[in-house]
């Protein structure tokens, strides 16, 4: 079995490198020279939890290639997986100039029968433009070449990337002929053997299936965020409610957490996306237009609750922020929470220390050199001499640093915890002032 992966980014390399860790001949090709240099030296474009392994173990034995030419690698594939960026235009609708210009090139290389899955997230819709893209393509060289499209959206979490496409929940397939059905099971059994998976269904069920499995996710976000911040208006605890509502099997415990808002690079695009695909459709998403703006206002409340406490005046302060990444265990910093809360406080007049384990790299490209935003080495560099930590990124190290030491390094033993990872009074009691989100403190 041949397969092209089209984009080496989270999700094509993470694709690309699990499919030949099966046994299947995998060229990952992108248009990026440099990443693609890289990628044969062994240095990955992004950090993943076990990926490095996978890549260089693949690549050394031969079933894991790195090409930027699709034209030199099409012959012979049975599949072509397009997992190229579809970032938000400036509507907000996903920008499918990258997809089609992969289909364009399909067109235009492909001799052979070829099953085109598009592994990207698009619209309802897509994978018809997909096919006539494919189709104007060969016409202009006179051919007509059968090939089948389908759309297999992803749901691997960064992160958990290799465990999920490894061990899936389930795998999602739209497509219309048995061709193509035959080429995706005989790619995807190997990642079924302990229990079948495979949802098929139709195309723009399909395409539709990821929008809606993210919107989902962020809505039970800013659900929770905005049930926090009643609980701080009437003296509840978001912690408590949340183990009381996710006890129930109905709702479960999972995404119940209330935080800084969501980020990343898919759940605000997707949101944006689907609202833009109501809107074209003259049914405007209220729930959705609701939870995109319940987050936006989420991401400045722990800017507001440090203002707060220093009475609106932070010039001069020097606030320790914990971690940059949109979550821990990826060096992602699409949007970021933490971006926009050192924004705010640099704009206000504070100083900045910040450290993320892996992600400092990523967020060095996003600021401008300022003297007032300094990256450290670790947690302790970060709290000398400073009047406030901010904690906006869980990381396993940040659970249970050495609180003591900490202390004797702050000038004001003061936390704004937010993503609640902390204990009011165990924190107390190193003799720290807390602040959580969705807590009422006296
Ligand atoms: N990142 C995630 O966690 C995740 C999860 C599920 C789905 N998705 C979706 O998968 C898609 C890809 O996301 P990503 O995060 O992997 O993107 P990414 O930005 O990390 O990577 C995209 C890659 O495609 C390459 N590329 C662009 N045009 C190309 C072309 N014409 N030919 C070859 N390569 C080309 C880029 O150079 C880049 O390396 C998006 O639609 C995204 O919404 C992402």
């Not at 089609?100 to 290389?109: H, R």
């Not at 202009?140 to 090939?147: S, T």
């Not at 949101?271 to 998403?285: D, I, R, T, W, Y």
Request: proline share 5%; net charge negative.
């Amino acid at each position: 079995m041949k397969v092209i992966v089209v984009g080496t980014g989270y999700v094509g390399l993470v694709s690309g490198a699990c499919l030949a860790d099966v046994g299947v001949d995998v060229v990952c090709v992108d248009i990026d020279i440099e990443k693609t240099e890289n990628l044969k030296k062994g240095i990955l474009p992004i950090y993943e939890p076990g990926l490095e392994t996978i890549v260089k173990n693949n690549y050394e034995r031969g079933r894991l290639h790195f090409s930027t030419s699709l034209a030199d690698n099409i012959a012979g594939a049975d599949a072509i997986f397009i997992c190229v960026g579809t970032p938000p235009g400036e509507d907000g609708s996903a920008d499918m100039k990258y997809v089609l210009s992969v289909a364009k090139d399909i067109g235009k290389y492909m001799n052979d029968y070829v099953t085109v899955i598009t592994k990207s997230t698009v619209p309802v819709g897509s994978s018809h433009k997909v096919r006539a893209a494919i189709r104007e393509s060969q016409a202009a060289r006179g051919v007509d070449i059968p090939f089948d499209v389908a759309s297999n959206p992803e749901f691997l979490k960064e992160g958990a990337a290799i465990k999920d496409f490894m061990s899936p929940d389930r795998i999602v397939v739209g497509l219309d002929s048995d061709q193509a059905k035959e080429v995706v099971d005989t790619i995807y059994r190997p990642f079924l053997l302990n229990g079948y998976r495979i949802l098929y269904m139709d195309i723009p069920s399909a395409e539709m299936t990821k929008y809606a499995a993210n919107a989902m996710l962020a809505t039970r976000i800013s659900f929770m965020n905005d049930i926090a911040n009643l609980c701080e208006l009437v003296g509840a605890n978001v912690n408590q409610v949340r183990q009381g509502i996710g006890a129930d099997p109905r709702i479960g415990k999972k995404f119940l957490y209330a935080g800084v808002g969501y980020g990343g690079s898919c759940f605000p695009k997707d949101v944006k996306a689907l609202l833009k695909m109501g809107a074209e459709n003259q049914m405007p998403m209220r729930l959705l237009e609701a939870v995109e703006a319940i987050n936006e206002d989420q991401k400045k409340v722990l800017f507001a609750k440090i203002e707060r406490y220093f009475d609106g005046n932070l010039s001069g302060r020097t606030i320790a922020v914990w971690g940059l990444a949109f979550k821990p265990n990826t060096d992602d910093m699409r949007e970021a929470p933490s971006t926009m809360l050192i924004e705010s406080l640099l704009k206000a007049g504070a100083r900045v220390r910040t450290f993320d384990p892996v992600a400092i790299h990523e967020a060095q490209k996003l600021f401008a050199a300022n003297p007032d935003l300094r990256f450290c080495e670790d947690v302790y560099e970060t709290v000398e001499g400073a009047d406030a930590i901010a904690l906006v990124t869980e990381w396993n190290e940040f659970r249970l640093p050495n609180w003591e030491r900490i202390k004797a390094l702050v000038a004001n033993p003061v936390i704004f915890d937010g993503r609640n990872i902390y204990d009011d009074i165990m924190l107390s009691k190193e003799g720290f002032r807390y602040f959580g989100i969705g807590q009422s403190h006296p």
